[in-house]
């Protein structure tokens, strides 16, 4: 029991700034990534209207770029709560859950703007 508290007290001895700076590094240089292959997408899909736009690869190539910036951000908020006097594995616990919760809420968004337009776009052009 002792070894499982002291896991969760454990705390390096510095305030983590280097992995702060490179969370957020992580995040800005994945983040652009993710908005120009979306900003492709709907261009592709608005010029041509085709299914192809948002076929199986095309999914994978959006959700790299934005893993990448969930894994930054992730370092980042860590290493926020490190610096404000969390237990390193507390924070990264607490880092992940918020995270992940919030990566799949704006993944489920993203998709179902995406619908909503596909949607409005195929009604509008079949009148």
């Known amino acids: 029991m002792q070894e499982i508290q002291d896991l969760f007290l454990f705390r ?3 305030p983590p700034y280097f992995l702060l700076v490179i969370g957020l590094l992580i995040s800005l240089s994945c983040a652009l990534p ?10 592709y899909w ?3 209207h085709s299914q ?3 076929t199986r690869w095309r999914k994978i190539q959006l ?3 934005f893993t990448g ?3 930054g951000v992730c370092i980042a908020f860590a290493s926020t709560l490190e610096i ?3 237990a390193t594995v507390a924070s990264y616990l607490v880092a992940l859950l918020a995270t992940s919760v919030v990566g799949v809420l704006v993944w489920l968004q993203i998709g179902r703007i995406l619908s909503k337009n596909l949607l409005r776009a195929y009604l509008s052009e079949s009148k």
């Open 84 to 86: 404000f006097g969390f």
């Open 46 to 48: 608005n010029e041509y």
């Open 34 to 43: 993710f908005a120009l292959i979306l900003r492709q997408l709907i261009e």
């Open 52 to 54: 192809e736009a948002f």
């Open 12 to 14: 390096f001895s510095q």
């Open 63 to 65: 959700l790299t770029p």
């Open 69 to 71: 910036t969930l894994v």
